[in-house]
């Protein structure tokens, strides 16, 4: 009668250890299968033969995106992209506030930087790209986020001096904990999706040159 009695505090015991391990993981698996995120940016510096500037925005392009087969189960909602700086800032990216299919989005927003040029460093390390349901005019229940990092092996510069000088980028998905911590001062996924707005200022907030 002791043993069995003993055994069954070390199951309890066990289980309370387990619940309490895993006991942030409800957020987690509300994620949907194969979720991935990830943003492209490129733009050219234009310069004609009497050295003057033509007008160019540069394009960011950003993708979120998970597995569902069920058309019937796909929802309509909300995206938005943050980016985490060298620097340690925290600032927006893009937001779209209604999408009509959230599982296969994608978007893009043209930027106008000052010089109409960017250099690699000027541009976030990390991104986080979220996207929530949308039901109607009720506040959202889920928000979902993945991330990626900036891929340095794949950033490209063309220097065809003096015509023009461009410049191609892409972020790449990471796992989640080597990246979350960036963005750990706010909750800017669901203050975004509830609120339509963002404490994060916009990166590069000028529509022209």
């Not at 993708?63 to 569902?68: A, K, N, P, T």
């Not at 991330?147 to 015509?163: N, V």
């Amino acid at each position: 009668m002791y043993i069995l009695n003993l055994q069954r505090r070390i199951l309890v015991w066990a289980l309370l250890v387990v619940l309490t391990w895993f006991g942030v993981a409800p957020a987690q698996a509300l994620q949907p299968k194969e979720l991935t995120g990830f943003i492209q940016l490129s733009g050219t510096k234009y310069i004609d033969k009497k050295n003057v500037l033509r007008v160019s925005p540069y394009s960011l392009t950003f993708v979120f995106s998970y597995l569902e087969f069920d058309v019937e189960l796909i929802p309509a909602g909300g995206i938005a992209v943050f980016g985490a700086f060298d620097s340690g800032e925290v600032k927006l990216l893009a937001h779209v506030d209604y999408a009509p299919n959230i599982a296969e989005a994608s978007y893009y927003r043209e930027l106008f930087p000052p010089g109409q040029w960017l250099e690699p460093s000027d541009t976030p390390r990390f991104v986080m790209v979220c996207g929530w349901p949308k039901e109607g005019g009720a506040p959202p229940t889920e928000v979902f986020h993945t991330y990626a990092e900036r891929d340095e092996g794949r950033t490209k510069i063309t220097d065809e001096s003096p015509s023009y000088v461009g410049l191609w980028m892409t972020w790449r998905p990471i796992s989640s904990k080597r990246a979350q911590d960036k963005f750990k001062g706010q909750d800017y996924c669901r203050e975004i999706a509830t609120t339509s707005n963002s404490s994060a200022a916009l990166w590069l907030p000028h529509t022209a040159y």
